[in-house]
């Protein structure tokens, strides 16, 4: 009796030595004290020369470079980008690169992307005919990058592998500190519908009137980022990430049909040549302007627009400095309003572009509320660096990019709205813009 009690206390005690130690081994070890007082010297990355211990960079912390010059042309009837595109790439880290990695983010859109395999989704308990035919019955829409090519400086084919959203360049030899290099890329693709084929680019179409709204945001193949932690980060864009990408200037080129109303990240070159001369003059008294928006596209010019369809085309010309990433938005629809915005010693333009469908909401509320953002961030933090605040109305869309943002909201089809309507715009307007 006496050796079956030490044998079943022998028993428990190895039970639950073993138990113990799996669940040392299962606990995370961010759980191991929840001390809301703890320090966090196993959470932070020890002190090294690229960054200190105060969270700073160190004296051998440095950023990679990526300058662009981009042409791009729309064929709105097909609704297709065609561009081309040359990359100088700065190497400022102390190994030397003997490739590239560029991000090729539209291949998301492509029939052989692995998205959907990433993707968690359900069935609505109740669904219409024609959004069951589309999802389930009718073929994926087929996007992506078609890459024509990829030369050097002086014109020589370079050798690449395309892996789903990431493309790697190999480089003729080694990109050593403090070199650049100099290579272009010919691309089109077809964009996508976003309101059926998901996404945070693309166009939305108007059944009314037969006109499309471009929000174009990861049109170009982009440098992916180099540091020192990561090397190289090549991780897959299954749709939903955020981007990390290196500064650098641009100038880009977009040709686009001649009764668009176009806004991108950067500084317009040549106003006068985009704009009627009644506009030009209104943009300039939207300058001056610092306690109202001024109407510089009318609703009447946009609805004059719409009927258009113009053949012919214009080239719109920008200019960035030291920004990350760029963005565009064009359409026959816009109306466009600006007023000017102080904040410390910089002045900038808060801008709207909007549909008809937008208003009365979006010209009563959109550009001043950009302009209240502006300044309320800039008395907590620091003057906003920029030259102008867009603001794009697109149906369903909440997403930033440099000078230029997409947001919801739009009143009903009579013009109504609830508070609801009006303060979900409002916030996401200031959260996209801050």
């Known amino acids: 009796m006496k050796k079956n009690h030490l044998f079943l206390a022998f028993f428990i005690l190895i039970s639950c030595s073993i138990f113990a130690q799996e669940m040392i081994k299962s606990t995370p070890s961010s759980e191991k004290n929840t001390d809301k007082f703890k320090q966090m010297y196993d959470l932070l990355a020890t002190p090294n020369m690229y960054r200190t211990a105060s969270g700073a960079p160190g004296p ?43 991000q090729l983010d539209q291949n998301q859109q492509s029939r052989k992307s692995l998205s959907p395999l990433v993707e968690s989704n359900k069935t609505d308990p109740a669904v219409d005919v024609a959004n069951f035919s589309r999802k389930y019955l009718e073929a994926d829409f087929d996007g992506g990058f078609n890459i024509d090519y990829v030369k050097d400086a002086s014109g020589k084919p370079m050798t690449y592998t395309i892996n789903q959203t990431m493309m790697r360049i190999e480089l003729p030899n080694l990109l050593k500190f403090g070199e650049k290099i100099a290579f272009s890329i010919k691309w089109n693709y077809l964009i996508n519908n976003y309101t059926l084929d998901g996404g945070r680019s693309g166009y939305e179409h108007f059944d009314k009137d037969g006109n499309n709204l471009y929000i174009l945001a990861q049109f170009y193949p982009r440098m992916a980022v180099y540091n020192d932690v990561e090397g190289w980060q090549n991780m897959q864009f299954w749709g939903s990430g955020e981007f990390a990408l290196p500064f650098g200037n641009f100038e880009v080129n977009i040709t686009v049909p001649a009764d668009h109303i176009l806004e991108a990240t950067g500084t317009l070159q040549n106003r006068n040549e985009v704009f009627t001369p009644a506009q030009v003059a209104r943009y300039a008294e939207a300058e001056k302007s610092f306690e109202n928006p001024v109407i510089v596209v009318t609703q009447a010019e946009a609805e004059a627009a719409e009927k258009g369809f113009s053949d012919k085309k214009k080239t719109w010309k920008f200019k960035a400095e030291n920004v990350r990433d760029f963005g565009i938005s064009t359409s026959r629809k816009f109306i466009y309003d600006a007023m000017a915005v102080k904040t410390g010693k910089t002045v ?4 709207s572009l909007y549909p008809k469908e937008g208003n009365p909401l979006w010209e009563q509320y959109s550009t001043r509320i950009i302009a209240h953002t502006l300044k309320s961030y800039s008395s907590y933090t620091f003057d906003y660096p920029y030259p102008k605040a867009i603001s794009i109305n697109a149906r369903d869309q909440g997403m930033e990019y440099p000078m230029i943002c997409w947001n919801y909201g739009r009143p009903d089809a009579d013009g109504k709205y609830n508070d ?8 996401v307007i200031c959260h996209e813009v801050g």
């Open 60 to 102: 051998a912390y440095y950023q990679q470079r990526a300058d662009y010059k981009i042409d791009v042309e729309l064929d709105d009837k097909n609704t297709k980008l065609y561009g081309s595109e040359t990359i100088t790439y700065t190497n400022n880290a102390k190994e030397s690169l003997d490739y590239l990695w560029v």
């Open 348 to 351: 900038s333009m808060a801008i």
């Open 420 to 427: 609801q309507t009006k303060y979900r715009m409002l916030g």
